[in-house]
């Protein structure tokens, strides 16, 4: 049904004129009425996201800050900051209050035309923010955001969404290890299930820094997973013995690479075990997340373990690069493990690679993927393209991984 306030008839007595003008007045306030019903239900279905959020950067990389406000009529309009004016706790002058969209999904922003963020209030009072950039150079990043609370943003300089812990790896001298680990707490109610996220081998001449997988440790913990990521031994400030990529005083073969695997294992064991004594966490059985050789851990770690691992993400793993593999009976090395593995794991497994990978090739990963199910493994692949200029990277690029990410966790928690 359409409503034209301004039409009245083709009277044209006082009487009729002012019979218009009362029916103007009534439909005026219907429409005013509607329109503040539609904006009251609007603001009801996110009560908890009005406020400033402030505490993280867009993937590590830009810190943000959020304003979240209701205008004259209770619709949602946002403010967002970015750099140097968020560190500094400014909005900046030029930066306009933008419209905000309730949907199911949370609530949208549509900064430009080619920048949506999304917001979504987590049960335990944070914003979990989307950031998207349209096509063609699509980017999406996260941050997970505190609240500020009425007092002017503090400057929060490196504030992040984790905090971190030390791990000790019993040995049987008693002179225990001991690792270095960021802690992401899961945005949702405890218990919250968790999930050990791996890293790769360690750059030469970079031994001592901490390596944050941001991205995915950020989707995860909004979705309800508590995500610890560890430094192995001998890298970024963990206690222990260092197996480097390519050890100087022996050949590189695949007593070696075992050797490796078996130090990865003990330090898995040892951050379940201490996870089981940590409040509000489920450590029965973690998800596994790996990159590089550390996709590759979490595979075997699956075969290690088949009945305590709730399913494993593996972004490009494998061993060393094409051109170093070290050969075994089987074939190349990290395709034999992975077979192996296959004929031992249980879990889900969901297998991510991108066919401009400059260290495991589309070739390579395929053959792994392809060995590993015909020993009796369960998994998908997904293999990306276009992501330049090297897709062994892309656990940092969202885009590529989102959505295949989503829905495997899905799975996992129904």
Known sequence: MRIDPDHGGGDSAPGATMARWSRRAILRGALAALAATEAAARSASTPGIVGDWAGDAWNDTRQTRIRVARDGVGALMVE???????????????MHRVPATVRADGVVVDVSPRLRITLTHTPDDRVFARW???????DVRYALLRRAGPEPWPALGRDRPWRMLRIPVPRANGDDDELVATFYPAAGRAPAPLAL???GDVTPGQEGAVIHHGAIARL????????VEPMHRGAGGSRGRFFPEFPVDRSLDAAYGDAMAAAAFEEFDAVVDAARGWPGIDARRPLMVGQSRGGLFAILQAARRPADIAGVINFAGGAWCDADEPATSAGPYARARFAEAGALARAPTLWLYADTDLCVSPATSRAAFDAYRAAGGSG????????????HGLILRPSYWEAPVLAFIGRLTR
């Open 220 to 227: 995860l913990a909004s979705r309800g997973w508590a995500v």
């Open 132 to 138: 998207e950039r349209a096509a063609p150079w699509r």
């Open 80 to 94: 967002i900051a970015y750099g140097e004016d968020a560190r500094m706790g400014r909005l900046p002058a030029d």
């Open 380 to 391: 998908d692949l997904v293999m990306s393209s276009g992501l330049y200029p090297d897709g």
């Open 197 to 199: 996220l791996i890293h």
